[in-house]
């Protein structure tokens, strides 16, 4: 179950949670389910820096981060996705139980690896819009960037903000919220 095949057979979100799961690294989107693989150690460096980074900043506040593997399943009317984005901030915590996270986050962070780059770029980030994520990151460890978008009132992800080398990258949600991209990448 690779992200590049596009003749697989569509699924329910039904039969995907009857599925016999022997893998926990399941995300469902658009009916297709896709097993993620192991990160990479960079790839993994970014998650743990930037996670710090929100860990601090949200100390004693209303909202909370989770890191991948957390399970977030979204529904958008009869539509159900389950996603395991690889940054995950929650304000309406009344989604959170035992096992996931059933609700719209109000920010999503995906770093890109070579084999999810298409998906974060367009089925999630498609799936994030339908659904309603405020603020998407998408980060290239490759490139060195950042990428924030933006939702705006049409229900569109705004052009991205990008930063890059020795940028401050902001979030537009939080906006009291910045962090040095030059301690993202440092291993």
């Not at 009857?18 to 009916?31: A, Q, S, V, Y």
């Not at 209303?62 to 389950?82: M, Q, T, Y």
């Not at 139980?97 to 059933?102: G, H, L, S």
Request: contains cysteine; hydrophobic residues 35%.
């Amino acid at each position: 179950m690779n992200s590049n095949d596009s003749t697989k057979k569509r699924i329910s979100y039904e039969e995907f949670e009857d599925m016999d799961k022997t893998e926990d690294n399941l995300e469902f989107i658009n009916g297709i389910v896709y097993i993620q693989a192991a990160p990479s150690v960079i790839h993994q460096t970014v998650v743990t820096n930037l996670s710090t980074e929100f860990g601090t900043y949200f100390r004693g506040k209303s909202c909370r981060h989770s890191v991948a593997p957390f399970d977030i399943v979204l529904e958008n009317g009869k539509e159900k996705n389950k996603v395991q984005p690889d940054i995950t901030v929650i304000c309406d915590k009344s989604g959170l139980n035992d096992n996931n996270y059933v609700g719209t986050p109000a920010l999503v962070v995906e770093v890109l690896s070579p084999s999810t780059t298409s998906k974060d770029y367009i089925e999630k980030m498609d799936l994030y819009m339908r659904c309603g994520v405020r603020e998407y990151w998408i980060i290239s460890p490759k490139s060195r960037t950042v990428e924030v978008f933006t939702l705006e009132e049409n229900r569109m992800f705004s052009e991205p903000r990008i930063y890059s080398k020795e940028d401050i990258v902001t979030s537009h949600l939080f906006q009291d919220f910045s962090v040095d991209l030059q301690n993202l990448f440092i291993i």
